[in-house]
T-cell receptor, first 108, second 112 residues
Framework: GIQVEQSPPDLILQEGANSTLRCNFSDSVNNLQWFHQNPWGQLINLFYIPSGTKQNGRLSATTVATERYSLLYISSSQTTDSGVYFCAPGGSQGNLIFGKGTKLSVKP | SQTIHQWPATLVQPVGSPLSLECTVEGTSNPNLYWYRQAAGRGLQLLFY??????ISSEVPQNLSASRPQDRQFILSSKKLLLSDSGFYLC???????????FGPGTRLTVT
């Protein structure tokens, strides 16, 4: 099955800093999603991005499917950005394969 | 707009007791439905998915089962819980022609 590696595993930022989270996957995929898991466990959809680049406010994402990686950019980070960020490429049945996540802590 | 509900939000059950978790989706017809489990500090693992009433596919052999008695209802069950069944259970849905999934609020299960 598809293997997913996310880096870094942990990230501590000062409020206002920028960051890049990386997701490598081992096989070609039909879909890829980025999620933010808040402290209450809710998974919040950030991007559905099987290829290309998308932007939503301070967040943007790029997936280069041919090279099997995706990047999530967070600019001008805020304390509310804290939590765990998951990359989840999709298998052939539409199921998502989750990485172990990047735990982000933004300090005021 | 579409919404997804899960209940209960939290559950503490003794080893050997039965389990029933429910997930319902509103505002869409014939969704694909998924059950995932998240162990503490880990990513999510797919347990079951369904593309229609009575159609269930299992990804991981385990102590659990799933059923889809109605179009927008997905149930996760167990006859006898194990300690290893503890975790955070999330239900998700997608429209039948799309891969993009949306998650419910989850049920935190502790087996004692």
């Amino acid at each position: 099955g598809i293997q997913v590696e996310q880096s870094p595993p942990d990230l501590i930022l000062q409020e206002g800093a920028n960051s890049t989270l990386r997701c490598n996957f081992s096989d070609s995929v039909n879909n890829l999603q980025w999620f933010h898991q808040n402290p209450w466990g809710q998974l919040i959809n950030l991007f559905y991005i099987p290829s290309g680049t998308k932007q939503n406010g301070r967040l943007s994402a790029t997936t280069v499917a041919t090279e099997r990686y995706s990047l999530l950019y967070i600019s001008s980070s805020q304390t509310t950005d804290s939590g765990v960020y998951f990359c989840a490429p999709g298998g052939s049945q539409g199921n998502l394969i989750f990485g172990k996540g990047t735990k982000l802590s933004v300090k005021p | 707009s579409q919404t997804i509900h899960q209940w209960p939000a939290t559950l503490v059950q003794p080893v050997g007791s039965p389990l029933s978790l429910e997930c319902t989706v509103e505002g869409t017809s014939n969704p694909n439905l998924y059950w995932y489990r998240q162990a503490a500090g880990r990513g999510l693992q797919l347990l079951f998915y369904s593309v229609g009433i009575g159609q269930i596919s299992s990804e991981v052999p385990q102590n659990l089962s799933a059923s889809r008695p109605q179009d927008r209802q997905f149930i996760l069950s167990s006859k006898k819980l194990l300690l290893s069944d503890s975790g955070f259970y999330l239900c998700a849905w997608s429209v039948s022609y799309s891969y993009e999934q949306y998650f419910g609020p989850g049920t935190r299960l502790t087996v004692t």
